[in-house]
């Protein structure tokens, strides 16, 4: 058993529900058993109802809980920084030659350590993963995220038309490959299955059927929807019975509670309305939005529809693993929209990088905040005494206002320390 004493800070709440202050909570100590919160509460109680117990007093900065990416390729991790192109110029230049490359597993094995280790190194203890368009190269990543401890959910990449061809399969590989992955990893410690077609410009309708078959047998569901303009206009020609680029989906039953679906930059009602009916979850990717220059996001719009709204970071088209980076561009973005915007508060943004990813990745009994129960996964964000982001702490007059300038300066640096299920993460600086 071990207490932890700093300045603790999560979001038990929702602050889209009500008063945003309302959803915040500070604490001072919890107390972690076996990986999991036992208690939490000031050091002096956690100390006198565990006499004895060691206390690991982490001054400076603030405990908040493991970041939670909902949408992040693990094969672009060497291909950030693609700019000045839209979309589907994006893919074709930039991303899909690179996750060519994953067919040859020695080379999927170094980009799922540099992936995985540069999540850790971000913050993220939580993420799902777009994955590789290669069965072995998911094995590679599962096996790599099972060692660290992460809390990784994803699967093969399906798609068997439109891209290059030596990324495509067939409906009858897919799910002979997927249902072999999904024997091997799925609900295997912290690991878990999502069918992932790459979209369905690339999906025909007999992909999206064995999409259905698999998410038949209990995992969770991935793809991309409503990015950009000449993106859904193909869709529209590619599916001329569909009545809208969600439909493509809910016309195989893909749009349930274990739906994640990224982007959704220009839905129109009707879609907004069917995300909120079955549960379906949407991955908001600012910084990606903004560098393929898809569009300002309609947060209002989701939130007024009643869609569950959590934060990706889209690698390799996002700049960067580090979730408070996505959560400071989506608040810009909210900002750039005016009168269509919603205000968001820092109480907001922490809510959006952590316990908004755990709902909608269906993790909310487990991570997302520091619940008496949950998991002990945590990052330390501790900046250097002399950055720009320890001088604006000093000046913080609450916890809010400290979370406001940790959103607005911190970077990757300030990771002083990450802990998944109470084991203190490798590689991390133990200043
Ligand atoms: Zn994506």
Known sequence: MTIYA??????????????PADALAEVGALCVREGVICARGTLAALAAEYPGEPVTRLDGGILVPGFIDTH???????????????????????????ESKLAEVAYAREVAGEFLDGLLASGTTSALVFGSHFAPAMDELFGAAGQRGLNITSGLVLS???????????????????????????DRGRLRYAVTPR?????????????A?????????????????????TVAGLFPGARHYLDTYRRHGLVTERSVFAHNVHPDDAELATLAE????????PTSNCALGSGLFPLRRHVEHGVHIALGSDVGAGAGLFLPKEALQAYFIQQLLGADGLALTPVHLL??????????????????????GKDFDAVWLRPA?????????????????????????????DVAAVWLRGQRAAGQDPR
């Not at 000093?394 to 300038?405: G, I, K, P």
């Open 72 to 98: 992040v390729h693990f094969p672009q991790i060497r291909a950030i920084g693609g700019l000045g192109m839209p979309l589907l110029d994006w893919l074709e230049q930039c991303a899909l030659p690179e």
């Open 351 to 372: 809510y959006l990088a952590t316990r908004a990813g755990a709902l909608a990745l269906g993790l909310d009994d487990r991570v997302g905040d520091f619940a008496v």
């Open 6 to 19: 700093a300045t603790i800070v999560d979001t038990p709440g929702d602050p889209f529900a009500g008063d």
């Open 278 to 285: 079955h549960g379906a979850s949407v991955a908001h990717c």
């Open 385 to 413: 005494p002399s950055s720009t982001l320890a001088v604006n702490l000093r000046q913080a007059s609450d916890v809010t206002d400290a979370l406001a300038r940790v959103f607005a300066l911190s970077t990757p640096a």
């Open 213 to 233: 078959q698999l998410l038949g047998k209990g995992v969770w569901f991935t793809s991309h929807i409503n990015e950009n303009v000449a993106e859904i206009a």
């Open 199 to 211: 979209f369905s410009l690339s999906a025909t309708d007999d992909m999206l059927d064995v999409c």
């Open 160 to 186: 068997d038309r439109i891209l290059r061809p030596d990324l495509l399969n067939t409906p009858e590989t897919a799910l002979a490959d997927s249902a072999d992955l999904i024997g091997r990893w799925h």
